[in-house]
Nanobody
Framework: VQLQASGGGLVQVGGSLRLTCAAS????????LGWFRQAPGNEREFVGR????????HYADSVVGRFTISRDNANNSVYLQMDSLKPEDTAVYFCAAGLRLGENTSDYNYWGQGTQVTVSS
């Protein structure tokens, strides 16, 4: 599976962005898709993930109620809708695919290249 994230950019506090992760390869519907982010000097951290069916996405506490993950298996895509953005959301955002329902980077085998999100105050 190859992944490519897009949709990042510069947004003001309280604004919204929608990230897209486009996948190529077979059996996309079998993979758990996760979103992670990494700010300068920090480790890569879990943002959220969605199972192959698209049901019951799970989020990090820091983004609950503000971020929403959805997926479109027909188009091999997963989305991260980010609302009420805060300066602390500034990071490079990565999408990842794996077969385990987890929150650790080691749970995911395939990674996209990342897209920069900058929230200005």
């Amino acid at each position: 599976v190859q992944l490519q994230a897009s949709g990042g950019g510069l947004v003001q506090v309280g604004g919204s962005l929608r990230l897209t992760c486009a996948a190529s390869g077979r059996n996309f519907h079998k993979y758990v898709l996760g979103w992670f982010r990494q700010a300068p000097g920090n480790e890569r951290e879990f943002v959220g993930r969605v199972r192959g069916t698209g049901k019951n996405p799970h989020y990090a506490d820091s983004v609950v109620g503000r971020f929403t993950i959805s997926r479109d298996n027909a188009n091999n895509s997963v989305y991260l809708q980010m609302d009420s953005l805060k300066p602390e959301d500034t990071a490079v955002y990565f999408c990842a695919a794996g077969l385990r329902l987890g929150e650790n980077t080691s749970d995911y085998n395939y990674w996209g290249q990342g897209t920069q999100v900058t929230v200005s105050s």
